[in-house]
């Protein structure tokens, strides 16, 4: 892998890390609208793959603070 690829992916993860502490802070006041809203602020720029890891963890972690 080149250092350019290398450098994108590294400001990918870094993305992807911003849009997840974002919606973490609007967890509980947003619906489903500005959900949808946040993946098309970040998919550009975090990927898709990423995104839907950080809702998938976040979805483990709740269902784990609700049994």
């Known amino acids: 892998m080149d250092e350019h690829t290398k450098g994108q992916l590294e400001q990918m993860d870094e993305?992807?890390?911003?849009?997840?502490?974002e919606l973490e802070r609007q967890l509980e006041?947003?619906?489903?609208?500005d959900?949808?809203?946040?993946?098309?602020?970040w998919y550009?720029?975090?990927?898709?793959?990423?995104?839907?890891?950080?809702?998938?963890?976040?979805?483990r972690k709740l269902g784990a603070d609700q049994s």
């Open 15 to 21: 993305d992807a890390l911003e849009a997840r502490e």
């Open 29 to 33: 006041g947003w619906q489903a609208r």
């Open 35 to 41: 959900v949808i809203l946040w993946w098309k602020r």
């Open 44 to 59: 550009m720029r975090a990927g898709h793959k990423r995104l839907g890891r950080v809702l998938v963890d976040i979805s």
